[in-house]
C-alpha cells in the first residue's frame, strides 16, 4: 500500500514539474511573440512610403540642372553634388519593386535599397512570427522532443535579439540615406533655382 502511495506521489510530483515547465516554456514564448509584434510596429512606423517620389525628385532636379546648365564645363564641387545624388537615387526602389528580389549574399542592410532593407526586415519578422506561433502548438500539445523545447526557445531568442538588431541597422541606414538625400537635394534645388532665374532674366532681354 505504501509502496503503491509513494508511486502515485511520484507520479503527481513529475505531472506537476511538468505542467510548470510547460507554463514557463509558453510564457517564454508568449514573450517573444510579444517582442516581435513590437518590432513590427516599429517597422511600420520606420517605413518610407514616398519612395517612388523621391526617385521622381531626384530625377526632375537632374533634368532641372541639364537643361539650364550652359557652362562647357562643371564645376568640381557640383559634379561631385551630381553624382552623389545619382548614387543616393539607387536607394530609392519601393518595397513592391523589392518583393521579388532575392536578399545578397552576405550583403548587409547598408548596401540595399530602402525598399530591400525594409522587405528583408518584414521577411524576417513574419517567419519568426510563424516559427513561434508553431512552437507554441508543439508546447501546448505535447508535439515533438519534448526534452529539446528549451533549446528551441534559446534558439527563437537568439533570432528575437537579431531582428531587434536587424531592425535597428535599417533605421540608421534609411536615417543615413535620408539626411544625406536632405542636404545634397537642398543644395542643388538651390541651384537650380538660381540656374533657371538667369535663364528666365536673359529671355526677357
Given at each position: ?27 517564454k514564448v508568449d514573450n517573444l ?86 522587405v528583408a526586415v518584414k521577411r ?22 519534448r526534452d529539446k523545447y528549451n ?55
Amino acid at each position: 500500500m505504501k509502496i503503491g502511495l509513494l508511486s502515485f506521489l511520484i507520479l503527481f510530483a513529475a505531472a506537476a514539474c511538468t505542467d510548470f515547465d510547460r507554463e514557463e516554456q509558453l510564457r517564454k514564448v508568449d514573450n517573444l511573440s510579444q517582442q516581435v509584434d513590437s518590432l513590427q510596429v516599429a517597422l511600420q512606423e520606420h517605413r518610407v512610403d514616398t519612395l517612388v517620389h523621391l526617385r521622381t525628385a531626384v530625377t526632375t532636379l537632374e533634368l532641372r540642372i541639364r537643361n539650364n546648365y550652359t557652362a562647357d564645363t562643371i564645376d568640381i564641387a557640383l559634379g561631385e553634388k551630381m553624382e552623389k545624388f545619382r548614387q543616393l537615387k539607387k536607394f530609392f526602389m519601393a518595397e513592391h519593386e523589392a518583393e521579388g528580389e532575392e536578399e545578397g549574399e552576405g550583403e548587409g542592410l547598408n548596401h540595399q535599397t530602402l525598399g530591400s532593407a525594409y522587405v528583408a526586415v518584414k521577411r524576417g519578422i513574419t517567419a519568426e512570427k510563424s516559427t513561434l506561433l508553431k512552437l507554441k502548438s508543439d508546447i501546448s500539445n505535447g508535439f515533438g522532443k519534448r526534452d529539446k523545447y528549451n533549446e528551441y526557445i534559446s534558439f527563437e531568442t537568439e533570432k528575437v535579439n537579431q531582428l531587434c538588431a536587424l531592425l535597428e541597422d535599417y533605421k540608421s541606414h534609411k536615417n543615413r540615406i535620408l539626411n544625406e538625400f536632405k542636404e545634397v537635394y537642398g543644395d542643388l534645388n538651390t541651384f537650380a533655382t538660381q540656374l533657371e532665374s538667369v535663364k528666365k532674366s536673359k529671355s526677357k532681354k
